[in-house]
């Protein structure tokens, strides 16, 4: 049983880009350099709150337009923003600053977040990328597109988990 937005109003949501092979990224960093696509990305998550892993807010933490950002690791990184040690604890303090809540992966954290998530911005890469980072299987028959817009290199969706 997991608990999602309904039960507290505050949305989560899972944003990104990938592949139709599902790759987010090779290695650290990602595949591509698509400066529309991050933009919409960076426009999405102004003014909110975002949850990352350790290693993707180590490479993109720097260009966060978020009023709060979380990071979740095992360790203790040496970042200025709270660390903690789950998905659920990230929730729990993401839900007490009352704006929506973006995980921005990376692919563990995508993971550990998708049975929480109410909804998923996510931009399909036309061009295909090898890559090693994937972002989860989901259950398309669970999921649908409440918005489609067509880019020159990208197919931007929002997709709202079915009641
Ligand atoms: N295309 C996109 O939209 C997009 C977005 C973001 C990232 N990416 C890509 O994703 C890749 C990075 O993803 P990644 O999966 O390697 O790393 P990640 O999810 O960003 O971070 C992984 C780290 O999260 C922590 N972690 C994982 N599971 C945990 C758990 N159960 N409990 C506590 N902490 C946990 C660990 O940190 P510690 O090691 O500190 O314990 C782990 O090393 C890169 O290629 C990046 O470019 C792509």
Do not use: C
Not at 19 to 26: A, D, E, N
Not at 135 to 157: C, L, M, N, T, V
Request: glycine share 6%; aromatic share 12%.
């Amino acid at each position: 049983m997991t608990t999602r937005m309904e039960d507290s109003n505050v949305p989560v949501i899972l944003v990104g880009a990938m592949t139709q092979h599902r790759v987010i990224g090779q290695g650290d960093t990602m595949p591509w350099d698509i400066p529309e696509e991050y933009q919409t990305f960076i426009d999405n998550i102004r003014g909110q709150t975002v949850i990352m892993g350790r290693k993707s807010y180590e490479v993109f933490g720097p260009d966060l337009t978020s009023a709060h950002a979380i990071v979740v690791s095992r360790g203790r990184p040496e970042v200025d923003v709270p660390v903690v040690d789950s998905i659920e604890s990230a929730l729990e303090l993401a839900r007490s600053y009352g704006l929506k809540i973006f995980v921005a992966g990376g692919s563990q954290i995508y993971d550990l977040a998708l049975p929480y998530a109410d909804w998923m911005f996510l931009s399909e890469i036309k061009k295909d990328y090898d890559g090693d980072k994937l972002f989860p299987e989901f259950d398309r028959s669970q999921w649908q597109i409440a918005r489609e817009d067509e880019h020159a290199k990208f197919i931007y969706r929002e997709w709202k988990r079915m009641d």
